[in-house]
């Protein structure tokens, strides 16, 4: 199923918006829960040698609330 077409969830984060402007986000995605290939993490591939290949790419988290797809994760690291 296309990414476009997935269900998605709004997850309110339980502080104030202010908190979260130096969260970063990292999002893992695959077309479909059971893929093996074209996985991403934050915006990288995974090679054929299991190392991440591409430039890291960090969302923000605005007013305090992350989009997550099905089949997908988000890792939110708090500074």
């Known amino acids: 199923?296309?990414?476009?077409?997935?269900?998605?969830?709004?997850?309110?984060?339980p502080l104030s918006a202010g908190y979260w402007?130096?969260?970063k986000v990292r999002r893992l995605?695959?077309?479909g829960v059971d893929s093996k290939e074209d996985i991403?993490?934050?915006?990288?591939?995974?090679?054929?040698?299991?190392r991440?290949?591409?430039?890291?790419r960090f969302e923000s988290v605005p007013g305090g609330e992350?989009?997550?797809?099905?089949g997908e994760a988000v890792?939110?690291?708090l500074r």
Request: charged letters at 10%; zero cysteines.
């Open 52 to 56: 991440l290949v591409g430039t890291e």
């Open 21 to 23: 402007s130096a969260a």
């Open 1 to 13: 199923m296309p990414a476009s077409s997935r269900n998605t969830t709004a997850f309110k984060l």
């Open 66 to 70: 992350l989009m997550v797809s099905s």
């Open 40 to 50: 991403t993490f934050a915006g990288q591939r995974v090679g054929s040698d299991g």
């Open 29 to 31: 995605t695959a077309p």
């Open 75 to 77: 890792l939110v690291t």
